[in-house]
């Protein structure tokens, strides 16, 4: 029974997991379609990938034992690509500047990871301290990709708005911090496990934000079409207001 729910977890976490990765997909079609990457930070899906390269990592036969760890493999291996891609196109429309800041954030995450691949696999020559090593990076690692949002809900709160806090984005980083909190413990693995206690409070956050200032969002809307509509109204009686007063004289 605990090996059938510890699995069954692992697969709610495994389908959470990706519509997490998949959500920012919509924000990212805003960024082609506009051609901008306007006032997004690429810095969350950066350490996304590193986060996703170390615990592919973790759940390979070489840390773990044997596929004890498949369910954090394969999602994972779909966060590289998938975060990947989102930096390509970050970085294809992205500022000179911003190319600078992308390439100079990119290079130490893959450092990261390989000099932590080549600890594990040279130096470390058993299981247990393999996954203890890899697992406490990624904890550092998951622990700073739930933390990087904090820089979004900052934006939030100076601006009282949520137009770069996606809700479901938000919703999708809470359920997957809460069911991989849920698949460490039940799987007794407090590497997996230790990380997502930071990132449940931290999706409740941004949750509480998005419902807080949701409204202002909305209210403002409006009032911008309104405006619009007047300046329109105001152009098409302009020509009227010129032939009566071209008539009078």
Known sequence: MGDRLHLAIGVMGN???????????LTFARVMRKKSTEEFSCIPYIIALLNCLLYT????????????????VTINGLGILLEFSFILIYFWFTSPRGKIKVVGTV????????????????????????????????LVASVAMYGSPLVVVRQVILTKSVE???????????????LWMAYGLLGHD????????????????????????RKRGIMEEPNKWDLEGNDEKSKQLQPV?????????
């Open 164 to 178: 770069f806090m996606p809700f479901y984005l938000s919703l999708f980083s809470f359920l997957t911090s809460f």
């Open 15 to 25: 389908a959470a997991s990706l519509l997490l990765y998949t959500a920012p997909i």
């Open 107 to 138: 290079v130490p995450v893959v450092t990261v990871f390989c000099i932590t691949a080549i600890i594990s696999s040279f130096v470390l020559h058993d299981h247990h301290h393999r996954k203890m090593f890899v697992g406490s990076v990624g």
């Open 190 to 213: 407090l590497l997996l496990a230790s990380p997502n206690l930071v990132g449940s409070p931290l999706g409740i956050l941004q949750l509480v934000l998005y419902c807080k200032y």
């Open 57 to 72: 990592w973790y759940g390979l036969p070489v840390v773990s034992y044997r596929w004890e760890n498949f369910p954090v």
């Open 241 to 249: 207001i010129n032939n009566d007063s071209n008539g009078k004289i």
